[in-house]
């Protein structure tokens, strides 16, 4: 049984780009959240999905916006990226929107 | 909001001991909390559930204690390993979102 699986593992983009991050839930799985995590921090919370609807949204700006798709799938996508949006992008999926957490290895950005 | 904290920012300890880690949350209304084990670079592995109307949970050598009413939580692993070496992260679930402390970062030495 797969886990989340995320991709790309690591990406580099410059300044002003757009970035499309994909993830692909837990099998049984059906909400889909996505964390931004700095070096040395917590995990911070973007936004998650259920049912293809975003249903809760952290402190992110309008550039963060996402998808997801009728397999539950979702992409997080970032325009106008700044250096400050260098960090560990992790998705995470459970059965219902509040139960047990499983996450994904996550998607490393660096914005030159 | 809910603000999450973790003392200590971090650990070194021999190999063998038992040890606790704290994890403290400001708003006591929360649904259930999870613990977290993250190697560097890597993704975060699920370690104890714990519900709002539980105490506490066991896995293996790891038990996780709750007191939702002094907004508390402790990670109790008894005779740590090297392997045990990662960050340790707390997250509650409330206002329909979970929000998680800083971690613990755990060094056991052999």
């Known amino acids: 049984d797969a886990g989340v699986t995320q991709s790309p593992t690591h990406l580099i983009k410059t300044r002003g780009q757009q970035v499309t991050l994909r993830c692909s839930p837990k099998?049984?799985?059906?909400?889909v959240s996505w964390y931004q995590q700095a070096l040395g921090q917590g995990p911070q919370f973007i936004f998650q999905?259920?049912?293809?609807?975003?249903?809760q949204r952290g402190n992110f700006p309008d550039r963060f916006s996402g998808h997801q798709f009728p397999n539950y799938s979702s992409e997080l996508n970032v325009n106008a990226l700044l250096l400050g949006d260098s960090a560990l992008y992790l998705c995470?999926?459970?059965?219902?929107?509040?139960?047990?957490?499983?996450f994904g290895s996550g998607t490393q950005l660096s914005v030159l | 909001k809910q603000e999450v904290t973790q003392i200590p920012a971090a650990l070194s300890v021999p190999e063998g001991e038992n040890l606790v880690l704290n994890c403290s949350f400001t708003?006591?209304?929360?649904?259930?909390l999870q613990w977290f084990r993250q190697d560097p670079g890597k993704g975060l592995t699920s370690l104890l559930l714990?519900?709002?109307?539980?105490r506490e949970q066991t896995s293996g050598r790891l038990n996780a204690s709750l007191d939702k009413s002094s907004g508390r939580s402790t990670l109790y692993i008894a005779a740590s390993q090297p392997g045990d070496s990662a960050t340790y992260l707390c997250?509650?679930?409330?206002?329909?979102?979970?929000?998680f402390g800083s971690g613990t970062k755990l060094n056991v030495k052999p």
């Open positions: 708003d006591s209304a929360i649904y259930n």
């Open positions: 714990i519900q709002s109307s539980q």
């Open positions: 995470a999926s459970s059965s219902s929107r509040h139960e047990k957490l499983f």
């Open positions: 997250a509650v679930w409330n206002f329909n979102k979970f929000y």
């Open positions: 999905y259920y049912e293809e609807e975003e249903r």
């Open positions: 099998s049984g799985h059906d909400t």
